[in-house]
C-alpha cells in the first residue's frame, strides 16, 4: 500500500504531465521550448523511483529531488532538485506534515534556490511565486490561521506573482537573451511552481 507522501507527489507527477504542453508553450516564447517535456520527463521518473510504501516525508523528498537532478534538463533539473533535496533535509524523519513544517520546507527550497541560480526575487524566475507564496502562509499561520486556509492564500500570492512575472524582463537563464522583448511573457518557472503548489493544497483537502 501507498503511503500519503508517495500518493501526493503521485498526484504532483501527474499534474506536471497533464500540463506539459502548456508550459512548453510558454517556455517557447522566452526559452528553449522543453520546460514542459523536462519537467514531465523528471517527474514521469519520480513516480517510478520514489518507493511506494516510504513514509518519512524528508527521504521521499530528498530522493524526488535526486531523481529530478538527474532527469530535468536545462535549469529547472538543478533547481528543482535542490529546492526538493533542501526542503527534505527540514522534514527528515517526518511522517506528519504541520504548517510550520510547511513554511520551513519553503524557506529552505528558496535558500537552495538562490543559492543554486544565484538569482533574487524580481528576475523572472519561479523564485517570483515561490517567495509571494512563502510570505503569504507565515503571515497567515503567525496570526493563527489555520494550515489549509493558510495554503489558500500562498497559491493565490504565487499566482498573482506569476502575473508580476509577466511585468518585468528576464535577467536569468535563456529569457534574459530577449531583454524588454521577455516582458508580457509569464515565466514558465513559476508557473510550474505554482502547479504544483497548488496540488499540494488540492491533495491535503
Known amino acids: 500500500m501507498s503511503t500519503k507522501i508517495y500518493d501526493c507527489l503521485k498526484t504532483i507527477s501527474e499534474k506536471i504531465i497533464e500540463n506539459k504542453d502548456f ?16 519537467m514531465a520527463r523528471g517527474f514521469q521518473a519520480v513516480i ?23 532527469t530535468v534538463g536545462g535549469a529547472s533539473g538543478p533547481l528543482y532538485g535542490t529546492a526538493f533535496m533542501d526542503a527534505g533535509k527540514v522534514l527528515a524523519g517526518k511522517t506528519e506534515l504541520t504548517g510550520a513544517d510547511f513554511g520551513a ?10 543559492k543554486r541560480g ?21 503571515e497567515k ?3 493563527g490561521t489555520d494550515f489549509s486556509e493558510a495554503l489558500d492564500t500562498a497559491c493565490q500570492a504565487a499566482n498573482e506573482g506569476i502575473e508580476y512575472t509577466k511585468t518585468i524582463a528576464a535577467t536569468k537563464g535563456r529569457a534574459s537573451y530577449l531583454g524588454d522583448r521577455s ?10 511552481l505554482t502547479i504544483i503548489l497548488e496540488t499540494i493544497r488540492d491533495f491535503l483537502k
Open 141 to 143: 499561520l503567525s496570526g
Open 183 to 192: 516582458i508580457g511573457h509569464q515565466d514558465p518557472g513559476a508557473t510550474s
Open 23 to 38: 508550459l512548453t508553450d510558454l517556455d517557447r516564447e522566452i526559452g528553449d521550448a522543453d520546460h514542459g517535456v523536462n
Open 105 to 114: 520546507s519553503l524557506a529552505a527550497a528558496i535558500e537552495g534556490i538562490k
Open 118 to 138: 544565484h538569482a533574487e526575487k524580481g528576475e523572472k524566475t519561479m523564485l517570483d511565486a515561490l517567495i509571494p507564496a512563502y510570505d503569504a502562509l507565515s
Open 48 to 70: 517510478e523511483k520514489v518507493p511506494e510504501d516510504e513514509a518519512d516525508i524528508g527521504a521521499a523528498l530528498k530522493k524526488t529531488g535526486m531523481v529530478l537532478l538527474s
